[in-house]
């Protein structure tokens, strides 16, 4: 099992734009079943965290089901912000602390750090994602949300190309 930072990304290194929008990013050709592609990512996974703002467009964007069948923990210091029903926990501090519960709950499959870039970089300040997969979307938004901010580094692993995605998988150095 790994810790995986999962994500899509502008070229120039952004995940989201100054609007909160990912207009850029989801109208593009991706093969769910092709190079890097969500489907088998998805299966391989048994423990999801996210942050709050994440967590925000996910219900905001996609209201009627919560679509994600694996124990998943938001991010947040406000726990009355994720929807009793669907099965997400809460977690506010260290994500040291964070760690073992997803560990535990995925039960030897792979644990996916949604994001963002903020929530990904307090897990990659403790050495705890072990690779990071990006598929960069043919734009530059210029401004917006970080895909990691922080230096870091990384081994490549394996790189290919999924419709109009530049993919890669890197490991930790
Ligand atoms: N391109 C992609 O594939 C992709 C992937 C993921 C996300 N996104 C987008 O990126 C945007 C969100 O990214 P973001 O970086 O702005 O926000 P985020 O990481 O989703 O959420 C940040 C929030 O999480 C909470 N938080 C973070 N660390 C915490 C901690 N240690 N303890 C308690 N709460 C903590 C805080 O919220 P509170 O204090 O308010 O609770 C913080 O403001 C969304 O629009 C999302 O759609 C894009």
Redesign the pocket.
Known sequence: MATIYY???SIDGY??DDR?S?DW?ITRNIDADGPFGYRAFSNSVGALV?????YE?ILANDPDEWQYEQPTWV????PDIVRTGDGVRAF??D?TELHPLLVQAAAYQDIWV??????AA?FAAAGLIDEMIVSYAPCTLGTG?RLMPLHTEWVLVESGVNGEFVCARWRKA
Do not use: E, P
């Open positions: 994500t899509a990304s995940i989201v909160a990912l990013l996210m942050g709050a703002t994440t467009w991010m947040t210091h406000r506010h501090g994500v949604v994001g963002g870039g903020d929530v307090q949300g």
